[in-house]
């Protein structure tokens, strides 16, 4: 039977060391993303610091998460430990997992240490942060960067009802750092079928303020700012000017939505679109300069007896908390750059049917806002429409 | 025949069917044929001889608006009417 020392210094007899100045050349020459360094310690030493750009696994886990991590099994790895020893016996697992190209770097971080190299400090998340979010660290495409980039984010939700509802609900509790609300209404008996941020209690209380008090006991590291206003071209620029990387648009009217549509490509901000009536939404995603905006998709707003509102036309209730929820994971996947977005397809979704298709958007040259020559180059207040877009101001 | 899904603010003109069928090789016949068969529908999806600006129509998920508009050849494909919808409340 070997001893431990003996076993290593087999396992160290077949596997590939690099140096730390070695390693510290090639970490330079990886700007282009050819070696990747993966850091096997546990998460406390992880946290007091780490090789620039390595990515995370504690040896306890690699075997059952290095394909997640690194599907590529011809990339170049360099592992890494404190001093050596575990990095040596996870690189020769990941020599038996089928990665061809794994070096362990001798003398580990401690030795990188002190030669002085580069390191950085990760933002660590608190204990109760990495408890909270333990679902999504488990992720390769969150994890504990992606936790901390939604812990970072900014999104403006417009309107708190139907579809902000779940929207902000579970954008609140992907531990999205900030999220807006604008919304003028007060919470009325007639909401409560559908819009389950509030409750029987709230009743006649702004919006805003109850949809903040649900979201701050559903999870505190989100902070709400709250518009209790209509959005107006007067108020449009003060609200967007607090900067947003993400808005979600569930309002109920279409002067609104111009108005959140003008106002997103003019500050390039990303709109995860939805829309709801009776048993049936439309979904997608308007990204200013890479794809359609919602001028692209209606130019002009149907008049007013083809457009009811859900006032007048009723909903299902599940049906915002459906439509919603899509938005809502739109919005994660473009603050995390993950994922394919709705962006250039419009989904419908048809309750009663259940059924989705997908129709194809395409950007308009001649859009007045984002074409080619535009036309409306500040923001107008649409009244209601009447067969077409009337100006009042 | 082509199916066109009718969009739900239109089914009162339709007898509150969500997929009906109408004839012809363009879209354009098939609209006006499907004009014919409901006539509520014309001044929903004509303005002045065109397609009204407030109804979108996609032709086997494509805008027609985008291929040849009105002229465009249905070629078996299925159609969808669609107009904006604000509801978000």
New interface residues.
Partial sequence: MASYRELLQQVKGEIDEIGAADARERLAAADGGATLFLDVRELDEWDEGTVPGAIHVPRGQLESRIEGLVPDRDRELVVYCSGGSRSAFAAKSLGELGYANVTSLAGGFTDWKRNGFPIETPQALTPPQRARYSRHLLIPEVGEAGQQKLLSSRVLL??A????SPASLYLAAAGVGTLGIVDADVVDDS?LQR?IIHSTKRLGEPKVESARETIQALNPDVEVKAYEERLTSENVERIMGDGWDVIV??????PT?YLVNDASVWHDVPVVH???????G?VTVFKPQEGPCYRC???????PE??????E?G?LGVL?GIIGSLQANEALKLLLGIGESLQGR?L?F?A??TTF??????RDPACPVCGESPTVTEYVDYVEFCAGPKVTS | MTAV?I????RGEVGGE?QVEADGASVREVLEDLARRYPALES?LFEGGQLA????V?LG???VR?LDGLDTAVDGHSM?L????????
């Fill in positions: 417009i309107g009802g139907g579809l902000g909401n819009q648009d569930g309002a109920d009217n279409f939505r939805g829309s709801i009536y009776r048993f049936e439309q998709l209606f130019p002009t707003p149907p008049p083809l457009a009811p509102s859900c006032a036309g909903v915002p419009l419908l048809d009663l049917a298709d997908e129709v194809s958007v395409k | 899904r969009p739900p603010t239109l969500r929903q600006s407030f109804v979108n996609y998920g494509e805008d985008t969808i669609l107009p904006a919808m604000a509801g978000g409340s």
